[in-house]
């Protein structure tokens, strides 16, 4: 165990193998099922949810769960592609997934070091919760995560599974393109950084403008799938559920978590003064206390 641990292709061997059969579990189960589409897959997600979580008990090592947020909606648009009529409509949706799902993942097969590496943030809910964390790690890192991309990507899966004689606006999948483009720029600029500047913090290129740009391209991601079913099933509000969770979640705790960290770095309050957490929107000047008259 420890060898496989410490050696990258073997961990990377490991993984594969894990996802495959955590993919084959959801997709017997999905067949078998015979509820509503939604609660189908929702139980099946799960599953491979848990089938992934026991796996990172046996390695000690939550992160086995980090490439689960980019492979499995790429994932399921598949499948649902080998049993829906191939339209316009389906094929720009699943290229955009697919697109955002292959960066993200190779982003994080960039940064995977192996098995006996683990995510700084699980490493401090571990070390914050105690006896509490084998909870917090099923519910926060593994479940919760699960249920807002499950939520986020409904838009997609209903214009797969459902017929509508609307076309969506194409403007949102662009968004969505676009925040791809911010994601990948904002990680390409970080990785480089550290590259040369090991523990200092970032505050050129994207991250002159925004504290977490690589956190506001995943949340319009999402948006714009969002919108975008939303416009091809007007009125259908709770398509938005998924997008707007995936906001609160890195608003209320990956931002958050990622600014106490970087707090422990020369200037940053200077830097958390003069940059936006999330959009670059222009700071209004103080207003002036005196009166005139």
């Known amino acids: 165990m420890r060898n496989l641990k410490n050696s990258r292709t073997l961990s990377f061997l490991a993984l594969a193998l894990i996802y495959l059969c955590a ?3 959801g997709f017997l189960l999905y067949s078998v099922l015979s509820f509503d589409v939604w609660l189908n897959l929702l139980i099946a997600d799960v599953a491979a949810t848990v089938f992934v979580f026991l796996w990172s ?24 592609l080998l049993s829906s009529p191939l339209t316009a409509q389906r094929i720009e949706v699943l290229c955009v997934v697919f697109i955002w799902g292959v960066r993200l993942t190779g982003n994080w097969a960039y940064t995977f070091h192996g098995l006996a590496f683990q995510d700084w943030r699980y490493t401090m809910l571990r070390e914050k919760s105690g006896v509490f964390y084998p909870l917090i790690n099923f519910l926060g890192i593994h479940l919760v995560p699960t249920l807002i991309v499950f939520g986020a990507l409904l838009p997609a899966v209903c214009i797969f599974t459902e017929e509508s004689p609307r076309s969506g606006n194409r403007l949102f999948l662009l968004l969505s393109i676009l925040a791809v483009a911010l994601q990948g720029g904002a990680d390409y600029q970080l990785h480089r950084f550290r590259s040369t500047h090991s523990g200092a913090l970032i505050r050129t290129g994207l991250w002159k403008y925004s504290r977490h740009p690589n956190y506001l391209g995943e949340i319009l991601f999402w948006w714009g799938i969002g919108l975008f079913g939303l416009s091809v099933f007007p009125g259908r509000y709770v398509l938005l ?26 200037g940053f309050e200077d830097y958390r003064r003069a940059t936006r957490m999330l959009l670059p929107i222009p700071r209004l000047p103080a207003a002036d206390s005196k009166q005139h008259t």
Do not use: C, E, H
């Not at 000690?60 to 499995?72: E, G, H, I, L, T």
């Not at 559920?241 to 020369?266: C, E, H, Y």
């Open 23 to 25: 993919g084959a579990l």
């Open 57 to 80: 008990l046996i390695f000690r090592n939550a992160s086995v769960y980090d490439p689960y947020w980019s492979v499995a909606p790429v994932v399921i648009l598949f499948g649902y």
């Open 241 to 266: 559920l998924g997008a707007f969770s995936n906001t609160m979640l890195f608003l209320f705790v990956s931002i958050p978590m990622a600014d106490r960290r970087q707090s422990r770095k020369a």
